[in-house]
């Protein structure tokens, strides 16, 4: 299959794929129907928002969910997860409480691929008794990518540059650019209620196993926080399942994510969201190195094996700083 860039090509690239998707999902003749009318109306929602983006009529940073993204991820996150399970949520509910109560969280969970969001979104709003705000933070390749959207924005989406970006770009004319539009995704998150979502790896793997977590992530924990970080908490959470419903395209590096190619091996399978107890913002004051190891750790407690946990397994700890 051609390979795209961006928005080129981009509704042959998906509906190219509907043919493999009938007898790999086993979908009928008014199911395929359906599927065809949400790629088209999904499609020509996200052009109409490349064309406002591009005219600069949407601010940069924050993206709200649209309706036929979340029709059209709805209608395969129906297809793809046959079952799905919660573990820990006594954790879960005491940080609804303290949202509840007036306090910031952020869950932060490991990332295994392209589908992670969408899939984490399903799981929550069929669990929880009551509806939340709910905010991804995301990098910003969804602002420049109609395909990526069409299925990114079934969930409202923080956007951000980073950090490979930002530090690639010093000493550029972008370089300014880029530090404003995260100074003012961090303010947006200091005014505004969510709870908000978090993968502190800086983007995916295809490995199996956690990677190391960015330090500058704990700059969310300071933005919501201000001079108070007790009143900021960070929820770990680990997400298993995605990565075997939608495999990786082999050869696909660490954050590559080929996303015109994503829908080629559906297999549908079960998943489980394991939430740990939460993390104080008070607990993780000093270091950004500090901090983030701690976050880490606590998100590689949920992982099965030691080979999940990568280089936070308990033989390597002695070596961090915590």
Known sequence: MKIVSLNEGVLDAVTGQIPELVRLLNLTPDEVSKLKALFKAAYEEELALQFRIDKKEVPMTYMAATPHAQALTGFFMEKLITSWEVEGAENLHEALAFFEAGGNVIVMSNHTGVVDAPIAAYILLRFLSETYR??????????????????????????????????????????????????????????????????????????????????????????????????????????????????????????????????????????????????????????????????????????RTQKEMGPYALRYRKNLEL
């Open 134 to 303: 709910m905010t991804w933070i995301a990098g910003k390749r969804v602002w420049e990518s109609v395909l990526l959207r069409m299925f990114a924005l079934c969930v409202d989406l923080l956007t951000m540059y980073g950090m490979k970006y930002v530090t690639s770009a010093q000493g550029t004319t972008e370089f300014q650019e880029m530090r404003a539009r995260n100074f003012a995704m961090l303010r947006f998150m200091r005014r505004n209620r969510s709870l908000w979502f978090a993968y502190p790896q800086g983007t995916w793997n295809n490995m199996g196993r956690l990677t190391k977590g960015e330090p500058n992530a704990m700059d969310l924990v300071g933005a919501l926080g201000g001079e108070n970080y007790e009143n900021t908490a960070v929820l770990p959470a680990y997400l298993s399942g995605p990565e075997k419903i939608i495999p990786p395209i082999p050869g696909q590096k660490k954050g590559k994510d080929g996303f015109h190619l994503f829908l080629r091996k559906p297999t549908p399978g079960h998943v489980d969201f394991r939430f740990g107890p939460m993390i104080y913002g008070g607990d993780l004051r000093g270091s950004k190195a500090r901090g983030i190891n701690i976050v880490m750790c606590s998100i590689a407690d949920l992982a």
